[in-house]
């Protein structure tokens, strides 16, 4: 399994940025898709971005296509997320997730490793 530790969290305003990282340890890291999802209060944790393991291609859901970037450097273990133009409704916990046997994986079971969050707050 891959241990991932994410970053750069906080509470920012509308129409700012935030750049997250997630730091992986352990071997399967460079050969996985690794992908974000968010949780928001009340809501179920959905799926923001993915990435293949050579980070040729991306995937990314429609309410944050064209402001959200993710990114990975393999020689470091790490998966980024830059987010610009932030919402409001961009507020939750950010999750990384990793460890998957898939392409370009969009699906919460499709991954075996996962972070215990960043906490994203957009205010208004």
């Known amino acids: ?12 305003q509308a129409g700012g940025s935030l750049r997250l990282s997630c730091a992986a340890s352990g071997r399967t890291f460079s050969s996985s898709a690794m992908a ?12 923001v971005a993915a990435i293949t393991w050579s980070g040729r ?10 402001r959200f970037t993710i990114s ?11 987010m610009n ?11 990384c997730a990793g460890d998957s046997p898939y392409y370009l994986p ?6 075996g490793s996962w972070g215990q969050g960043t906490q994203v707050t957009v205010s208004s």
């Open 1 to 12: 399994q891959v241990q991932l530790v994410e970053s750069g969290g906080g509470l920012v």
């Open 85 to 95: 133009s932030l919402k409001p409704e961009d507020t939750a916990v950010y999750y």
């Open 57 to 66: 291609d991306t995937n990314y859901a429609g309410s944050v296509k064209g």
């Open 106 to 111: 969009r699906s919460q079971a499709e991954f």
């Open 72 to 82: 990975r450097d393999n020689a470091k273990n790490t998966v980024y997320l830059q």
């Open 36 to 47: 974000w999802f968010r949780q928001a209060p009340g809501k179920e944790r959905e799926f």
